[in-house]
Nanobody, 121 residues
Framework: QVQLVESGGGLVQAGESLRLSCAAS????????MGWYRQTPGNQRELVAT???????NYGRFVKGRFTISRDNVEKTVYLQMNDLEPEDTAVYYC???????????????WGQGTQVTVFS
């Protein structure tokens, strides 16, 4: 099992920045990728950014260069630097890690408890 604990959410004005952090513990040797997703009420969880152990990144289309994901592989921590925030970025942001496979060979996802980001205009 992998446990994920997020921090860094909050209330900011449009145009400002926030940095989210997520620390992994437990069976961290299983982790192959870490990242962030977000969700608003009534909507599905959507990709924000992910980064593999090898450094390959993937960003959601809405990011448009405003967010940067980074990882500290020694500390098993993933960060999300969010700049030029917009009210549309308001959501609960969830840390995600993938590691290990189930009986069918599917990667096993792990989730943090979520941290609220609210951007007002």
């Amino acid at each position: 099992q992998v446990q994920l604990v997020e921090s860094g959410g909050g209330l900011v004005q449009a145009g400002e920045s926030l940095r989210l952090s997520c620390a992994a513990s437990g069976s961290v040797f299983r982790i192959t990728s870490m990242g962030w997703y977000r969700q608003t009420p009534g909507n599905q969880r959507e990709l924000v950014a992910t980064m593999t152990n090898g450094g390959t990144t993937n960003y959601g289309r809405f990011v448009k260069g405003r967010f940067t994901i980074s990882r500290d592989n020694v500390e098993k921590t993933v960060y999300l630097q969010m700049n030029d925030l917009e009210p549309e970025d308001t959501a609960v942001y969830y840390c995600n890690a993938e590691g290990g496979t189930d009986y069918y060979g599917n990667l096993i996802p792990y989730w943090g408890q979520g941290t609220q980001v609210t951007v007002f205009s």
